[in-house]
């Protein structure tokens, strides 16, 4: 099992930042790929950036330039964070992490953290 606590969000104007946090916990000898996900009111949730364990990044086209994502590993403990630079009034939205473990029998399993709510005004 993987346990996620995520923090680092609140109310910014336009314009400004917000780093947000994901501390992984648990089996983090089996994680994966890590990703961030937003999803505001009556919208789908959907991808904002992803850390594959090999590196690689991909970022949706909208936050380009303008979000990174990074990944420490402490002793028990994984972290993923996002900086988000430049914030926008429709970056409004729930974030939440999104970590990905390999399971004792080969299989990907998804773990979600709780969300932290990101909130810009204009």
């Known amino acids: 099992q993987v346990q996620l606590v995520e923090s680092g969000g609140g109310l910014v104007q336009a314009g400004g930042s917000l780093r947000l946090s994901c501390a992984a916990s648990?089996?983090?000898?089996?994680?994966?790929?890590m990703a961030w996900y937003r999803q505001a009111p009556g919208k789908q949730r959907e991808l904002v950036a992803a850390l594959t364990r090999g590196g690689s990044t991909n970022y949706a086209d909208y936050v380009k330039g303008r979000f990174t994502i990074s990944r420490d590993n402490a002793k028990n403990t994984v972290y993923l964070y996002l900086q988000m630079n430049s914030l926008k009034p429709e970056d409004t939205a729930v974030y939440l992490c999104k970590v990905v473990r390999t399971t004792a029998w080969g299989a990907p399993l998804a773990h979600w953290g709780q969300g932290t709510q990101v909130t810009v005004s204009s």
């Open positions: 648990g089996s983090i000898f089996s994680i994966s790929d």
